[in-house]
């Protein structure tokens, strides 16, 4: 009646979201899930701290910070070994309301059909703007977006929908599926490795689904943006490299040869785009993290 989930949380010198999201799950109304923190080589000791202050979840140690995709592949290898049949990651920095779990598991239970499923995601700080409503691919521009972001809560936000990607935020899967597919991508380290997970789920011929009865609120941008303005701004260039050079890979993974023209268009233009935006600014760690992105983009692979 009630199939364990394993939730995972991703920890790096967080915590104070660790601690709250931990404080919000177990305020869920669903009986049998099980949290599991994967403290990504954090400095502060923050992993045992919250060991310490709930001792009921699991602790999986990385030495180092290995990124978000093979920091969470810890977790699902855990779930795997312990043939738990769903488990979610779940950024640590989001609150949850009680049925969340619920409902994703409902369906997913109705629906065998369903390779993974996501929450409706508002923003944490205006709790009726949405941060994602379900996310897309515009195949012949090698597009990846959100069609709700930033929107009001409308019509639109409460349908049921088959989606083309789920994001990482909040991404519950079977661990059957993990098994055949295999798990994240560890190249990727953070950026992309959510939307290759998906497209390979699809690939076997599951649906992918965003449910709009279950939702959570995200404090968005906490892992990737400083708390006072620099020179280049708040986002560290880093983002900026493993934004532009993990985009490459996923399209030269996942565009048809007949798309290429097109995408190859679009491609140029937004990244010229954004190049002449950070020299206007005098944004020249940025400028050089995207140049970097692509030519590593370009000459490597995900593999």
């Keep these: ?9 991703l920890n790096w ?4 979201h660790s601690s709250n999201c931990i404080q919000s799950l177990q305020l869920c109304d669903y009986p049998n899930f099980e949290i599991i923190v994967v403290d990504n080589g954090s400095a502060d000791g923050s992993g045992n701290l919250l060991k310490t202050k709930f001792p009921e ?9 290995e990124g978000f995709a093979a920091g969470n592949n810890r977790g699902f290898s855990y779930a795997i070994e312990q043939q738990i049949p769903y488990a979610m990651m779940l950024n640590n920095d989001v609150f949850v309301e009680p049925d969340f779990l619920s409902q994703l598991s409902n369906y997913m239970e ?5 390779g993974a499923i996501q929450p409706k995601i508002y923003f944490n700080h205006d709790r009726k703007k949405i ?4 996310s897309y691919f515009l195949s ?7 069609k709700r972001y930033m929107r009001r809560e409308g019509v639109l936000q409460n349908e049921f929908q088959q989606v083309d990607w789920i994001t990482g935020c909040a991404f519950m899967t079977r661990t059957s599926i993990l098994k055949d597919i295999g798990l994240l991508k560890a190249s990727f380290f953070i950026y992309y490795e959510d939307v290759d997970l998906s497209f390979r789920i699809r690939s076997k011929g599951y649906q992918l689904i965003y449910h709009p009865l279950s939702v959570i609120y995200h404090i968005a941008g906490s892992s990737n943006k400083a708390k006072v303005k620099g020179k280049e701004g708040y986002a560290n260039p880093i983002v900026h490299y493993l934004n532009s050079r993990n985009h490459i890979w996923f399209l030269k993974t996942w565009t048809k040869w007949y798309q290429w023209p097109s995408t190859l268009l679009i491609l140029f233009l937004y990244y010229v785009s954004i190049m002449f935006y950070f020299a206007f600014r005098c944004r020249w760690g940025k400028l050089l993290s995207v140049i970097r992105g692509i030519q590593d983009g370009m000459k490597g692979t995900s593999n």
Aim: charged share 10%.
């Design 1 to 9: 009646m009630y199939p364990k989930i394993a939730v995972i949380l």
């Design 13 to 16: 010198n967080s915590f104070e």
């Design 57 to 65: 979840i699991i602790l999986i140690s990385s030495p180092t910070n």
């Design 110 to 114: 109705l629906h065998p059909d369903c």
């Design 131 to 134: 941060w994602n409503g379900g």
């Design 140 to 146: 012949w521009l090698g597009w990846t977006y959100s």
